[in-house]
T-cell receptor, first 113, second 114 residues
Framework: GESVGLHLPTLSVQEGDNSIINCAYS??????FIWYKQESGKGPQFIID?????DKRQGQRVTVLLNKTVKHLSLQIAATQPGDSAVYFC????????????FGKGTKLSVIP | DTEVTQTPKHLVMGMTNKKSLKCEQH?????MYWYKQKAKKPPELMFV???????INESVPSRFSPECPNSSLLNLHLHALQPEDSALYLC?????????????FGQGTRLTVV
């Protein structure tokens, strides 16, 4: 299930189940979005991106959905594995005419073996 | 080579010390960034360099001084820091002038100010 801690929401899922991580972004003018995975002690790692002229994009085991009407992004991970345990951040390009990535709050995904 | 390399990995410094964080990439990216990340928080943008020129300073205190000596290197000079500046400092790079492009991140420097 999902719980919201003091600073970082946490999602716990059983290994093999699908995970859905949600993100509300801030700027209706943002035109590009990225999901990053950050493991403990490491820098953010690119997972998948989507442009604002799309509403869905699929990668290997991951799918990103974009709903511009309600400014909402989601990341779906199929057949979640223990190696997927990490903090997941959505990021939006909020720069007007320049590139400025602004990160959302993040969700900690814990996979139960 | 899709790596952004940051050194050192860990740094402990006193409030009167002067130190520098270093970042290097060989992907031909002409945009480089410094982010600060506190525990359990998202990365926050500090500086943006585009074509080796400072283009964005997100109201960062002057005790943090960035430098971009060439297109592959980015430094962050630190002086008279405070304990609350302790954080993970992340460097990133991307293609300049493109709005829909991935930013690659380094592993960060874990800074502790004592």
């Amino acid at each position: 299930g999902e719980s919201v801690g003091l600073h970082l929401p946490t999602l716990s899922v059983q290994e093999g189940d699908n995970s859905i991580i949600n993100c509300a972004y801030s700027n209706s003018a943002s035109d590009y979005f990225i999901w990053y995975k950050q493991e403990s002690g490491k820098g953010p790692q690119f997972i998948i991106d989507i442009r604002s002229n799309m509403d869905k994009r699929q990668g290997q085991r991951v799918t990103v959905l974009l709903n511009k009407t309600v400014k909402h992004l989601s990341l779906q991970i199929a057949a979640t594995q223990p190696g997927d345990s990490a903090v997941y951040f959505c990021a939006e390009n909020t720069g007007a005419g320049s590139y400025q990535l602004t990160f959302g709050k993040g969700t900690k995904l814990s996979v139960i073996p | 080579d899709t790596e952004v390399t940051q050194t050192p990995k860990h740094l402990v410094m006193g409030m009167t010390n002067k130190k520098s964080l270093k970042c290097e990439q060989h992907m031909g990216h002409r945009a480089m960034y410094w982010y600060k990340q506190k525990a359990k928080k998202p990365p926050e943008l500090m500086f943006v360099y585009s074509y080796e020129k400072l283009s964005i300073n997100e109201s960062v205190p002057s005790r943090f001084s960035p430098e971009c000596p060439n297109s592959s290197l980015l430094n962050l000079h630190l002086h008279a820091l405070q304990p609350e500046d302790s954080a993970l400092y992340l460097c990133a790079s991307s293609h300049a002038g493109q709005m829909n492009t991935e930013a690659f991140f380094g592993q960060g420097t874990r800074l502790t100010v004592v």
